[in-house]
Structure formats: structure tokens, C-alpha cells
């Protein structure tokens, strides 16, 4: 049987196509099945991607979705299926988290609750063998029409899953990605990885491949092609100290590409940096969301204080790493001020670089539960665009005109970081296309 999976790009097209897609392509492949991956682009009409289905002769359709990408993915899911009769299946984070709103929508059949390696390969062999689908035969499968299926423990060890099908990802100029864990040991109220967490309803889910397998499959990478970067997306790179120093050893001694890594400042030390610089770390991404502790403690559940921020932000630059800082605006809960104390945070640290994102209440979250319970989530939330730049919370403390003077604040901040740390060294021409892109990335969101 084949399955083509389909990457919905929305406003923009990301680097990378969804890592998903790539795990399950590997393990059904080792078991008769094919995979292949279409990429919808933004300027796409439905009838080219007809066409570009068409051409592949497929069994089933297998969109893969974040919350960004489903109100795209639901348009073009529906288009299809009325020129089309093929059955759909949609996993990921969003189908994982909402899945009753994804059954009910026309076009998908199936969907795929957490995990999809082990639970994909079974529904393509009962769909070859033409059994019977109206039940929930298959763990982790939800059948359109039929109750909520079990969940299937998760796959252990990690290291049974094979690398990653490389053809799925879109990669480019030798930059690879890899996954070296699922789950993550904290219980940040904001973040998917606490809401598969609760899914499993056990720490069962977390899990990290060893270090062997993973260096294994960078060398196998570099036998069909190159190794210039790697970027591990792992959500928390640094949660395991005896993990991280023994990758170092192993990376340092056999795989010569810089890379990077997100890191939390609860779990590094500054041990920890040297040797990930020393090993070729070349990037790390701290996750800051807001400058104001009541908000991080209170609403985030991420106690950290402010000065540990600021004493491992120095750790990093000395090691010679470039740092990012992630920073959320327009959390419930959230003031003016509190966005002013994260501003402020922003100025002490330093940083290289800086990302900000208006805050967007997942499905599954524990902060989704409480903006639904205390009447700040719009009725009609999944038909609202979610990206990073507009809120679609009706927050009592805050209102979109804070939110967006204040979005506005960070991209004045980010230019003149950039102005003042380069400004010297550009002509008029590269500061103004400088300003053009800064301008540009705060709209796309
Ligand atoms: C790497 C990564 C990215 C990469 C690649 C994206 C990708 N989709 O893989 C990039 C940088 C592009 C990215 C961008 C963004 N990301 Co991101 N990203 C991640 C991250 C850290 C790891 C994903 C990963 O590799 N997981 C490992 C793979 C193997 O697991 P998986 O993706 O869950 O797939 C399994 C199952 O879900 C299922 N499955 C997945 N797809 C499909 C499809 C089918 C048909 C089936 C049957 C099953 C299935 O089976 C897979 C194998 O078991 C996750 C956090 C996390 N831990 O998941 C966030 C995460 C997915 N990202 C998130 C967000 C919010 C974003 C952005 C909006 C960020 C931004 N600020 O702009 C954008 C949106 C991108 C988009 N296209 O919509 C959220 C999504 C929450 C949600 N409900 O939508 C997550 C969960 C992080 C979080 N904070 O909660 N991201």
C-alpha cells in the first residue's frame, strides 16, 4: 500500500517538511508499504494539487498537522475529497489534541492519536487485506464514526525506529535535522510535549535514543550525502547531564559538523556548555517566554529566577555559542508590566538573537484548558487563524491593541540590537534591507 503524506506550508514555507511523516515512511517501508510526501505550497491551487496527487497513484492520504497548518489542511482535505475519492488519515500535534473537530470535517476518515509508526503500518494492512475499518480495530486509530480507540504503549526502545526517511524532509546544503528523544521532563502549562505527556497518562513517554544510534545515523547520512550542520529538535537537548556528556565524547570524536541544540537554563551547567562548545555546538535556543517571574511561576510553571537567565546567557557567550532567546507575549494572566519586565530581561541578556511569539493556546494544553474554562477562547477558536502575531484570546488585563503595540516594541528592539551590534559595518543599502526583512518576519508571525 502506499500513503502519501501531505505538508500543508501556510504563509510561508518552512525549511523543513514535518519530521513526523519521515519516522513513519521509515518503518513502514522496512514493512512492503511505500511513502512519499507532497508539499503544498501557499500559492498552490487546488488543481495542481489534484494533478500532483494524480500522478502518484496513491492508496491513502496522510496529512500531517500542526495547529497552523489545519485550517489550510481542512480547506484543502475537503477540495480533494470532492474531486477524489481516496481516504485520509491527519496525525500530529493538532488531529492528536482536537480530533473529534478532524472527524467531523469532510475529507478525513482516520485519525491518528499520538504516535504513528506502529499504528499507521497495521491500518495499511488491514486497508490491503480490505478488512472490515467501521470499528476501532487498530490502537491509537480513530475510525470516523466509531468511539475514541486505546492507546498503544509507546514504542520502546527508541532505538527500534529506524533514521529517518531523508527523502521526506526537504533538506538542503547538508543542514540535517535529527530527534534524539520524544517527551519532555517538564510540565510547561503552554507546551504540547506536557499535553503527550498527559496523553500517555504515564512517564512512559519519554524517551531518548542512545547515543550510538544516534551518531550511527549521522554517519549514515554522511555515506548518501553530506554533513555540514546538524540541528537537533529536540524540545529540551540538555534535560540529561550523563547523556549530553557522553554525547560530546562520541560527536567531538567522530562527527566534525557544528550544530545546535534548545536548551533549558534549569538543566545546564557550565560544565555542560564548554563541552557542548568544545564538541562543535555551535547554537543553543533558551526558551526565556517572559521576564516577569509571576507569570513564568505562576502561569508557566517555570520558577526559574531572572539572575539564572542572566548567568547562563554569559556561560554561553563565553563558550563562544551563539545564543537565541524565545520569548511569549499575551499569556493569560499577563499585564502591561509584565511585558515591560520582559523587554527589560531582554536588554540584561544580551542576546544574539531573539524570537518572540504572540501567545497561542494549543489544544491538549493545560493553559488551553484554563483559557476555555475562564471564557477567554473564542467559541469559534478553530476557525480563527492561529499564528504567532495575532491573539485570538479575549484577555481581561490585556487587550489586542497591548498585545500589538507591544508586538510591535519587539521588532523595534530586535533592529536596533542588530543596528547597533552591525550598523557600523553595513552600506545604507544593507540596512535598509535589513529593516525590510525584520519588518517582514514580523508580519509573517
Ligand atoms: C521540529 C519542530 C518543528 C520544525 C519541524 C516541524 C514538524 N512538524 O516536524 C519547524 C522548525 C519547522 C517547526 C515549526 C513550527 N512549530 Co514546531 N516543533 C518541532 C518539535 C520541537 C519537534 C517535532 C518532532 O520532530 N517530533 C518528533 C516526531 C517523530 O514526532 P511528531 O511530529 O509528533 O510525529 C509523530 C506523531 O505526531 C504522528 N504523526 C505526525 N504526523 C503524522 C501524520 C500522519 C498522517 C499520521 C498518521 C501520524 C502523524 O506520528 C509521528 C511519529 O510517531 C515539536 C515539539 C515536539 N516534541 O513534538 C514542535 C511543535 C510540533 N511545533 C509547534 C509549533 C507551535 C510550531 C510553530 C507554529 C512555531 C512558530 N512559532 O512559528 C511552527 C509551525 C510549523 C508548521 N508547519 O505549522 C508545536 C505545535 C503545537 C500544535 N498543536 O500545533 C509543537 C508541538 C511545540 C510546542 N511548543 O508545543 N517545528
Not at 491500518?123 to 480495530?137: A, G, Q, T
Request: with cysteine; glycine share 6%.
Amino acid at each position: 500500500m502506499k500513503i502519501l503524506f501531505i505538508e500543508i506550508d501556510t504563509v510561508r514555507k518552512w525549511a523543513l517538511a514535518s519530521t513526523g511523516p519521515a519516522s513513519i515512511a521509515s518503518y513502514i517501508r522496512l514493512h512492503g508499504h511505500e511513502a512519499a510526501l507532497l508539499r503544498i505550497r501557499p500559492e498552490d491551487s487546488v488543481e495542481e494539487i489534484i494533478r500532483s496527487i494524480e500522478k502518484e497513484a496513491v492508496d491513502i492520504l496522510g496529512f500531517s498537522l500542526t495547529t497552523r497548518q489545519w485550517r489550510r489542511g481542512a480547506y484543502v482535505a475537503g477540495e480533494i475529497r470532492k474531486r477524489l475519492n481516496i481516504p485520509a488519515i491527519a496525525g500530529g500535534l493538532h488531529p492528536t489534541f482536537a480530533p473529534e473537530s478532524v472527524l467531523r470535517t469532510d475529507g478525513f476518515d482516520y485519525v491518528c492519536l499520538g504516535d504513528g509508526e506502529e499504528a499507521v503500518c497495521e491500518l495499511l494492512d488491514c486497508l490491503e487485506k480490505s478488512e472490515e475499518m467501521s470499528e476501532n480495530r487498530i490502537a491509537n486509530i480513530w475510525v470516523k464514526g466509531a468511539s475514541r480507540p486505546e492507546i498503544r504503549p509507546p514504542t520502546t526502545p527508541l532505538d527500534k525506529i529506524p533514521f529517518l526517511a531523508r527523502d521526506l524532509l526537504d533538506e538542503q546544503y547538508g543542514v540535517v535535522h535529527l530527534i534524539t528523544q520524544r517527551g519532555c521532563p517538564f510540565h510547561c502549562t503552554f507546551c504540547a510535549a506536557g499535553a503527550v505527556r498527559d496523553l500517555y497518562k504515564d512517564d512512559r513517554y519519554q524517551r531518548r535514543r542512545t547515543v550510538e544510534d544516534v551518531v550511527q545515523e549521522l554517519h549514515s547520512i554522511k555515506q548518501e550525502s553530506s554533513v555540514n550542520y546538524v540541528v537537533f529538535v529536540d524540545d529540551t537537548f540538555t534535560a540529561n547531564k550523563a547523556w549530553v556528556r557522553e554525547f560530546c565524547r562520541a560527536y567531538a570524536k567522530e562527527i566534525s559538523a557544528g550544530f545546535s541544540i534548545n536548551a533549558r537554563v534549569e538543566t545546564v551547567t557550565r560544565d555542560m556548555i564548554n563541552r557542548l562548545a568544545e564538541a562543535g555546538c555551535r547554537h543553543m535556543i533558551y526558551g526565556v517566554e517572559s521576564g516577569s517571574i509571576r507569570i513564568r511561576r505562576d502561569i508557566m510553571n517555570r520558577p526559574a529566577e531572572n539572575k539564572r537567565f542572566v548567568e547562563v546567557f554569559d556561560w554561553t557567550k563565553q563558550a563562544g555559542i551563539m545564543v537565541t532567546a524565545n520569548y511569549m507575549i499575551g499569556l493569560p494572566g499577563e499585564t502591561v508590566d509584565d511585558i515591560e519586565q520582559t523587554l527589560e530581561l531582554n536588554e540584561k541578556l544580551e542576546p544574539d538573537d531573539f524570537a518572540y511569539f504572540v501567545f497561542y493556546p494549543y489544544p491538549g494544553t493545560r493553559l488551553f484548558h484554563l483559557c476555555r474554562e475562564k471564557g477567554f477562547l473564542p467559541e469559534n477558536w478553530l476557525e480563527l487563524p492561529a499564528n504567532n502575531r495575532q491573539s485570538i484570546l479575549n484577555l481581561p488585563d490585556l487587550t489586542k491593541e497591548d498585545i500589538e503595540h507591544y508586538y510591535h516594541k519587539f521588532t523595534e528592539a530586535r533592529e536596533r540590537a542588530y543596528m547597533n551590534r552591525y550598523g557600523d559595518a553595513l552600506s545604507e543599502e544593507a540596512k535598509a534591507l535589513a529593516r525590510e526583512t525584520f519588518a517582514e518576519n514580523a508580519a509573517v508571525g
